[in-house]
């Protein structure tokens, strides 16, 4: 059973940073793509961010040159950097391995909020 325990909730001013991170424990992390997901209310989970085990990295459009994703393998962490945030980044960060994702997984860690807002 993979645990997923995601840290880094904040409430932050528009263009302000936060550092989200996810520990990772169950699985053979180090050859698993990672990938952070978000949920606003009233709206879809998505992804936002992706890594391979290579260390290869995916963004959707509405982060890309925004956010950064990283991955320490000796950890079993993986963390996504947000820069220049908008209220619209509001929601609640998730992380999880992409190939339960694409299997249609139900198991998720609690999330972390992030709140953007003046």
């Known amino acids: 059973q993979v645990q997923l325990v995601e840290s880094g909730v904040g409430l932050v001013q528009p263009g302000g940073s936060l550092r989200l991170s996810c520990a990772v424990s169950?699985?053979?992390?180090?050859?698993?793509?990672m990938g952070w997901f978000r949920q606003a209310p009233g709206k879809q989970r998505e992804l936002v961010a992706r890594i391979n085990s290579g260390g290869r990295t995916m963004y959707a459009a509405s982060v890309k040159g925004r956010f950064t994703i990283s991955r320490d393998n000796r950890k079993n962490t993986v963390a996504l950097q947000m820069n220049s945030l908008k209220p619209g980044d509001t929601a609640v960060y998730y992380c999880n391995l992409i190939s339960a994702v694409s299997r249609g997984t139900d198991s998720w860690g609690q999330g972390t909020q992030v709140t953007v807002s003046s």
């Open positions: 169950g699985s053979d992390f180090s050859l698993n793509a």
